[in-house]
């Protein structure tokens, strides 16, 4: 089911063809209506106390106005968004970069790598968010297993033949992010694991 766009204009032009075409594969999961759908307004992440961004846009199943839907609501993402996620892509992949595959001296402890890629000042969140990237270790292996693996422009790829991580605690998740970037044939030079992920596979990344 269709649930990440890259652009708000494409995400609002699905919503438009949901409203003038058969989209008998866009299925509500409460009561299997495929053609009560309607805009219910933009979601919000907050930026600042006193700003926000766009993260995407929520769709009712109507069960107003004589529509027989369920009335339940389903959010439709930017990519560049992690669901229930106060930051986004950007920062969950510098998160990622910082501490896996940083290539000084001195590795990032989880906190470190938490406030370089998010600039809060407490790193309380840092083992959680290692904890959500640890527990979609079964989903990126399940949806990749029977794929040939691709080796991709990255900069992963150098660390992914498994002689240089006995020095890190974390080296079966980064060589699992490493070979992930690969299969999706990810240039993470120039592209965002995170957002390439749920684009092409319509999961959140975490
Ligand atoms: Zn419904």
């Known amino acids: 089911m269709t649930r990440f766009f890259a652009t708000l204009q494409q995400l609002e032009h699905f919503i438009r063809a949901l409203r003038w075409q058969n ?69 969950f992949f510098s998160f990622i970069l910082a501490l896996f595959f940083n290539n000084t001296d001195l590795p990032c402890t989880v906190e470190q790598a938490y406030q370089l890629a998010t600039g809060a000042n407490n790193p309380r969140h840092a083992w959680r968010w290692l904890a959500k990237l640890r527990s ?5 292996r399940s949806l990749f297993f029977d794929r040939p693996a691709v080796v991709a422009n990255n900069t992963f790829t150098a660390s992914t033949d498994g002689t240089e991580h006995t020095d890190n605690p974390h080296s ?8 992930l970037s690969q299969q999706l044939h990810c240039d993470t030079n120039t592209h965002n694991l995170c957002t390439v992920f749920q684009h092409q596979t319509q999961n959140r990344f975490v």
């Open 136 to 140: 979609q270790l079964p989903l990126f």
């Open 23 to 91: 989209h008998s594969t866009f299925i509500c999961p409460h009561c299997s209506s495929c053609d009560q759908w309607f805009s219910h307004g933009f979601q919000y992440k907050p930026l600042s106390i006193d700003s926000q961004t766009i993260a995407g846009k929520r769709l009712i199943c109507s069960n107003r106005h004589g529509h027989s839907g369920c009335g339940h609501t389903f959010r439709l993402y930017l990519s560049t968004r992690i669901p229930h996620l106060h930051y986004g892509c950007a920062q």
């Open 172 to 179: 079966l998740l980064k060589v699992s992010v490493a070979q």
